[in-house]
């Protein structure tokens, strides 16, 4: 596989975000679209059509070529490290305190 130079629209292509999660946008072989976790995903095989196989053990056909999956999941873990890590927003005063008897 060629890896080429991506400017910052090519690389978020295929990358959206939900609910602060980054996700890859693939079709099924139906057509429908549907957004994937990354992370999930234990192996890609071609034979001939996609499967994407996830950590459960759930199987998945797309439409996409193996070299496209590949190239978004890879994509998604680089713009993973490029977002800021969420702040959580609270102080000592919102947070509950176990209640002691």
Do not use: C, W
């Not at 975000?17 to 995903?41: C, H, P, Q, W, Y």
């Amino acid at each position: 596989m060629r890896i080429r130079r991506m400017g910052l629209s090519s690389l978020l292509n295929g990358i959206h975000a939900v609910r602060g999660n980054l996700m890859i946008k693939l079709t099924r072989l139906d057509g429908e679209s549907f957004v994937l976790n990354a992370d999930l995903i234990r192996y890609i095989e071609r034979r001939p059509d996609t499967f994407i196989t996830l950590v459960s053990g759930e199987r998945i056909v797309v439409g996409e070529t193996m070299e496209v999956v590949i190239e978004r999941a890879v994509q998604y873990q680089q713009q993973k490290h490029f977002m800021p890590m969420p702040t959580a927003g609270f102080t000592t005063a919102t947070v509950p305190t176990p209640a002691t008897n």
